[in-house]
């Protein structure tokens, strides 16, 4: 584990590229399983003209947005949000992969400890918390691999794949948080 902030063992965090990143990930957008798995909101393909403007704009005011490539190259992987409660040092995380040949690989999980390290020692948070769909077993178990825990269900809130799925709510707190 490296002392920078911004590295992990498999990704490093940057800033967006908006000139070339905005073209990859429009290409993620349209393939309607990644689609699908970012949100609950219906799938449809993002045009490059916007999301270019959106990664040009940056965050809002309270959230921190990075995008991660793996250590040694410049080859986007995917993005991780931070949207923070200051009053109550809380954040909301959110997290996408596009490339279906990276699923798997330990990107994710990487990044999700890299973002919980930043969150916990840069940004003073007592807690982060995240939905994932009930169907996105994948991405559960890499939140669990970061230290996150099930702290509620909501039964058949989603629709996905032509079915209701749960909404599964997870958190970690800070007391609970182990820089590993």
Do not use: C
């Not at 994932?132 to 991405?139: K, P």
């Amino acid at each position: 584990m490296t002392n920078n902030l911004f590295y992990g063992d498999l990704v490093r965090f940057t800033a967006p590229y908006p000139e070339t990143d905005a073209e990859i990930m429009a290409q993620w957008w349209r393939d309607s399983e990644y689609a699908r798995l970012q949100d609950s909101d219906p799938a449809y393909p993002h045009p490059t003209i916007e999301v270019r403007p959106r990664l040009e704009r940056g965050p809002d005011e309270d959230g921190f947005y990075f995008h991660f490539r793996p250590l040694n190259e410049d080859r986007l992987l995917g993005f991780v949000g931070l949207w923070v409660n200051w009053r109550n040092r809380d954040a909301w995380l959110g997290i996408g992969m596009g490339n279906r040949s990276d699923w798997g690989r330990g990107y994710g999980t990487d990044a999700m400890r890299v973002a919980v390290r930043y969150a916990f020692t840069e940004l003073n948070l007592h807690r982060i918390s995240l939905t994932v769909l009930g169907a996105n077993s994948r991405a559960q178990r890499a939140y669990e691999k970061a230290g996150f825990v099930v702290e509620g269900i909501q039964r058949g809130l989603s629709h996905y794949d032509g079915q209701r799925v749960d909404e599964v709510y997870m958190g970690i707190l800070r007391s609970e948080w182990r820089d590993v």
